[in-house]
């Protein structure tokens, strides 16, 4: 029965009857356009049926992509955070560059200003840590010629005095500490006196200054060369207060440092010359 039945459906007459049945399905899709709708509609499943299984790989596509994109990013914002570090780090460099460059370069402009005089150019090397004492060291010793005893200057006023010299470094105390003392003179009125530290507060006081003595606010106060050390005439302070002591017969008098103590790395140590210079007096 199955032979018989290929050989029916392999003979002529069927494949004539599907060929005409084909013509007529076309032509009448063509003029009524009657197969659009079923053709829509396998279309569109078979659209899903594809989106679906491409879906998870859309997806993990998708995410990859993001994810990498995500790190890109990261990683170049961590690139310019690095950089803006690094052009940070190079850009305070450069400023302490050019704040020592000015610190020297009025180191060599006084050197040249006090020909009579004879200096050690120093840089502040450390500090010392102990309450009640205003103390530095320099980087300069025996070996540069600083001796104990020498004054210590900067471009704007009295800094200290060499107490300890080695052969490399040295030990400096400063004018603030309460164990220095600075022999100085009213410039406006040539009033001798002497300024001692006022320890941690930075700034100076006069001893023994009596209620009668000639001295304002404002006043400059500057070396006297009363025993050689300090250079006559360099500026030490400036009185900023006059208070009454409680005796009545003396004057509290209160100055800040014409140098500028510990806002400053160039240092000069007068080592020789001639400390006692006659200068003129300001009326």
């Known amino acids: 029965m199955a032979v018989d039945w290929q050989k029916r459906v392999n003979t002529p007459s069927v494949l004539a009857f599907l060929l005409a049945s084909s013509v007529v399905l076309?032509?009448?899709?063509v003029n009524t356009r009657f197969l659009?709708?079923?053709?829509?509609?396998?279309?569109?499943?078979?659209?899903?049926?594809?989106?679906?299984?491409?879906?998870?790989?859309?997806?993990?596509?998708?995410?990859?992509?993001?994810?990498?994109?995500?790190?890109?990013?990261?990683?170049?914002?961590?690139?310019r955070e690095q950089k803006y570090l690094d052009l940070e780090v190079q850009s305070q460099r450069l400023e302490s560059l050019i704040n020592a460059?000015?610190?020297?370069?009025?180191?060599l402009a006084l050197v040249q200003s006090e020909p009579q005089l004879q200096y050690?150019?120093?840089e502040l090397s450390g500090t010392v840590s102990?309450?009640?004492?205003?103390?530095?060291?320099?980087?300069?010793?025996?070996?540069?010629?600083?001796?104990?005893?020498?004054?210590?200057?900067?471009?704007?006023?009295?800094?200290?005095?060499?107490?300890?010299?080695?052969?490399?470094?040295?030990?400096?105390?400063?004018?603030?500490?309460?164990?220095?003392?600075?022999?100085?003179?009213?410039?406006?009125?040539?009033?001798?006196?002497?300024?001692?530290?006022?320890?941690?507060?930075r700034q100076l006081v006069l001893e023994h200054a009596e209620i009668t003595?000639?001295?304002?606010?404002g006043d400059l106060l500057v070396a006297s060369g009363l025993g050689d050390v300090y250079p006559f005439g360099y500026p030490v302070g400036i009185v900023i207060k006059i208070e009454p002591?409680?005796?009545?017969?003396?004057?509290?008098?209160?100055?800040?440092?014409?140098?500028?103590?510990?806002?400053?790395?160039?240092?000069?140590?007068?080592?020789g010359g001639q400390i006692r210079e006659t200068t003129e007096r300001q009326p």
């Open 26 to 29: 076309v032509v009448f899709d």
């Open 36 to 79: 659009d709708m079923p053709r829509q509609v396998v279309t569109w499943a078979t659209n899903s049926a594809y989106a679906v299984m491409n879906a998870p790989g859309q997806w993990i596509s998708r995410a990859s992509l993001y994810l990498q994109d995500r790190n890109e990013i990261l990683g170049r914002i961590e690139d």
């Open 101 to 107: 460059n000015a610190e020297l370069r009025q180191a």
């Open 120 to 122: 050690v150019i120093a």
């Open 130 to 201: 102990v309450s009640g004492r205003n103390e530095i060291f320099i980087n300069r010793g025996t070996q540069h010629g600083v001796r104990s005893g020498m004054a210590v200057i900067d471009a704007s006023g009295v800094y200290g005095q060499v107490v300890e010299a080695l052969l490399h470094t040295s030990r400096v105390i400063l004018i603030i500490d309460r164990r220095i003392a600075v022999p100085v003179q009213i410039q406006r009125s040539g009033l001798n006196a002497v300024a001692t530290g006022a320890g941690n507060s």
């Open 213 to 217: 003595s000639d001295i304002e606010e």
């Open 245 to 271: 002591d409680a005796s009545g017969v003396e004057v509290h008098v209160i100055a800040e440092p014409s140098a500028s103590i510990h806002r400053r790395k160039s240092l000069l140590v007068v080592v």
